[in-house]
């Protein structure tokens, strides 16, 4: 029932761009983003809950393909700031009220 | 607003012991969940609360009971701790469960199970 992410980690260097994945197995309402820096909390990024919906804020996008349960992170020119673990959550359709997590993909940026 | 509030943030238990983890939030949400994380595992749901006198198990309940004791909090007890009970603890609440809302995450209780 967890979502499997990939790429399990990513070391980049700054500037270079991202794409991290995110998959279901079953029907999916929403996908949550979130980051977490080391020894805090995870961070809200977004909320996709439209099939095909694309989101995002500065250089850090991302969509739901509702059909393939899949959903994509881009950080694209990507910062120093953003490394870190980042991790997607999914709620099922039947609206169960439950946000289960992925493992986590680690992302390092080099300078 | 000081959002979700965890206590304690560090606590150390001897097997058999049992303690429990308590959570309120300040921003009139009604669902409110329990996750650990372990190195490796992602962030797994314990228990959750979809309103005010519900509670429902998550994917890893066993060996943790909840109380939704109002709106506001949401306690987590480990009746007998074991070692693999060893875990950082957050604690999150969102508006309400048709989701599409932020979940916010506390800062998190580091619980060591010896």
């Known amino acids: 029932q967890q979502p499997v992410q990939s790429p399990q980690a990513v070391i980049l260097r700054e500037g270079e761009d991202a794409v991290i994945n995110c998959s279901s197995s079953?029907?999916?309402?929403?996908v949550h983003w979130y980051r977490q820096k080391h020894g805090e909390a995870p961070v809200f990024l977004m909320i996709?809950?439209?099939?095909?919906e694309q989101k995002g804020h500065d250089k850090i996008s991302a969509s739901f393909n509702e059909k393939k349960q899949q959903s994509s992170l881009y950080l694209t020119a990507s910062q120093l700031s953003y490394s870190g673990t980042y991790f997607c959550?999914?709620?099922?359709?039947?609206?169960?009220?439950?946000?289960?997590f992925g493992k986590g993909t680690r992302l390092h940026i080099l300078p | 607003n000081a959002g979700v509030t965890q206590t304690p943030k560090f606590q150390v238990l001897k097997t058999g012991q049992s303690m429990t983890l308590q959570c309120a939030q300040d921003?009139?949400?009604?669902?409110m969940y329990w996750y650990r994380q372990d190195p490796g595992m992602g962030l797994r749901l314990i228990y959750y609360?979809?309103?005010?006198?519900?509670?429902d198990k998550g994917e890893v309940p066993n060996g943790y009971n909840v109380s939704r004791l109002n709106k506001r909090e949401f306690s987590l007890r480990l009746e007998s701790a074991a070692p693999s009970q060893t875990s950082v603890y957050f604690c999150?609440?969102?508006?309400?469960?048709?989701?599409?809302?932020?979940?916010?995450f506390g800062e998190g209780s580091w619980l060591t199970v010896v």
């Open positions: 996709l809950l439209k099939g095909g």
């Open positions: 079953k029907a999916l309402y929403s």
């Open positions: 959550g999914t709620e099922r359709k039947n609206r169960d009220d439950k946000i289960i």
């Open positions: 999150a609440s969102s508006l309400n469960r048709f989701s599409g809302n932020t979940i916010y």
């Open positions: 609360s979809a309103s005010e006198g519900t509670t």
């Open positions: 921003m009139n949400h009604n669902s």
